[in-house]
Structure formats: C-alpha cells, structure tokens
Nanobody
Framework: QVQLVESGGGSVQSGGSLRLSCAAS????????????MGWFRQAPGKEREGVAV???????SYADSVKGRFTISQDNAKNTLYLQMNSLKFEDTAMYYC???????????????????????WGKGTLVTISS
C-alpha cells in the first residue's frame, strides 16, 4: 500500500519561505513503476482544490501560473521524497497542501496539474500552510 506523508507546513509572514516534503513508501519499485508522476496540490478554505506543481519521471515539471518563479518542485529519489520550495509567499498561498502520486502508465503531468490531480490514486493527508499579511 502506497503511503504519502507530507511535512514542513507552518505559519510564516508574507514574503517568507517554507519547504514542504512528501515522503513516499510502500510502492513496489519495479520496471513497471519506472514511470510515475508526483505533484503538489492545495485547497484554501471555501475554494476548490487546485494544482500547484507536478514532476514527471522524465524530470519535466509544470507549475500553476500563480506560483511560477516563486515555487520549485524537486525530488530526491534516493530518499523517495518530493519537495516543494516556496519563496516569496503571499497571503493567498494559505491553504492545505497535499502530495499526490501515480505510478506506472499515466497521462501527462500537465493534465494532472490542470485537473487538480483528478485520476491520481495516491494522496497524503496534507500539511497546513498559513501566511500572515
């Protein structure tokens, strides 16, 4: 059973930085799963979930327009960990941030970003990011 556990959320002032982590475990690492896509999604109070950033197994990345130039998604395969470096944080970045993943054949990362992770079978429980203005 795949498990994703997020960490690194917290409360910071506008303009500050945070780094989120997502530790993945439980999947069978085989040639069948050499292809994967992982990403970060967020949901603010009273709003729909939205895609933030995704990374494909070929290293390609996609970002929401609202975070381009401020957020960076990366991965450490040796640690089975996904990261989201968030700089120049704004009040509107306040949300619960979720890590999600799909292993094996999948549609493009850009698709998952656009459709807020619809179709990604594995999700973490989230980590809360609160930005004070």
């Amino acid at each position: 059973q795949v498990q994703l556990v997020e960490s690194g959320g917290g409360s910071v002032q506008s303009g500050g930085s945070l780094r989120l982590s997502c530790a993945a475990s439980g999947y069978i690492y085989s040639s069948s799963y050499s292809s994967y896509c992982m990403g970060w999604f967020r949901q603010a109070p009273g709003k729909e979930r939205e895609g933030v950033a995704v990374i494909d197994s070929d290293g390609s990345t996609s970002y929401a327009d609202s975070v381009k130039g401020r957020f960076t998604i990366s991965q450490d395969n040796a640690k089975n960990t996904l990261y989201l470096q968030m700089n120049s944080l704004k009040f509107e970045d306040t949300a619960m941030y979720y890590c999600a993943a799909v292993f094996g054949a999948h549609v493009s990362g850009a698709y998952y970003l656009k459709y807020s992770g619809s179709g990604m079978p594995y999700w973490g429980k989230g980590t809360l990011v609160t930005i004070s203005s």
